[in-house]
């Protein structure tokens, strides 16, 4: 069984920093390319971040990039989101997501639980 | 960046109607659009990807049509899980990009 399971999330000033983790198993980890996807309250849905499979490829969103980093650690079976510089408009539910191929444009199969990231002063 | 268009945002339905949800993209995109459900406190569940294929384990009343920059998502007979938001994402090219989801709840 696929689980995505993420965690880091919190409270933080503007400004501030963060690292979000998401410890996968049930698949070849290294195999698939893998995303970050958040959703502001009661909003939708926005691609964050991606990484291909071997991690040789990042992704951003034009909201994010220079900010955010992602990066995965196959023996560890764990994907990560550093955030810097965080915003208020930074505050939303914070998904982990699996991509359908090793790498390229995906559709994502299985997520994460999500994991909540309030930025406020 | 691709930007998708749903409609409608809401739509107002008994179980056992059929339901028709839109998706417009602003260029063309072949067949590569995909479709999620989320229930409330939920993550996103991948419904319909690459225009019409069912994801594993979803009912056949679920189907999607469409290429190019028209698709469209329909439930044959909804049942009371149906009622949720749903969401179409595009992965023809970078950035991966979501519409902002149709609404379906019981009339």
């Known amino acids: 069984e696929v689980q995505l399971v993420t965690s880091g999330g919190g409270f933080v000033q503007p400004g501030g920093s963060l690292r979000l983790s998401c410890a996968a198993s049930?698949?070849?980890?290294?195999?698939?390319?893998l995303s970050w996807v958040r959703q502001p309250p009661g909003k939708g849905l926005e691609w964050v971040s991606g990484?291909?499979?071997?991690?040789?490829?990042?992704y951003y969103a034009d909201s994010v990039r220079g900010r955010f980093t992602v990066s995965r650690d196959n023996s560890k079976n764990t994907l990560y989101l550093q955030l810097t510089s965080l915003r208020v408009e930074d505050t939303a539910v914070y998904y982990c997501?699996?991509?359908?191929?090793?790498?390229?444009?995906?559709?994502?199969?299985?997520w994460g639980q999500g994991t909540l990231v309030t930025v406020s002063s | 960046e691709i930007v998708l268009t749903q409609s409608p945002a809401t739509l107002s339905l008994s179980p056992g109607e059929g339901a028709t949800l839109s998706c417009r993209a602003s260029?063309?995109?072949?067949?590569?659009l995909a479709w999620y459900q989320q229930k409330p406190g939920q993550a996103p569940r991948l419904l319909i990807h690459?225009?019409?294929n069912r994801a594993t384990g979803i009912p056949a009343r679920f189907s999607g049509s469409g290429s190019g920059t028209d698709f469209t998502l329909t439930i044959s007979s909804l049942e009371p899980e149906d009622f949720a938001v749903y969401y179409c994402?595009?992965?023809?090219?970078?950035?991966?990009?979501f519409g902002q989801g149709t609404r379906l709840e019981i009339k």
């Open positions: 997501a699996k991509g359908s191929a090793i790498f390229g444009v995906v559709v994502f199969d299985y």
């Open positions: 049930g698949f070849t980890f290294s195999g698939y390319a």
């Open positions: 994402q595009q992965r023809y090219n970078w950035p991966i990009t």
């Open positions: 990484i291909s499979g071997v991690g040789g490829d990042t």
């Open positions: 260029q063309s995109i072949s067949f590569y």
């Open positions: 690459d225009a019409s």
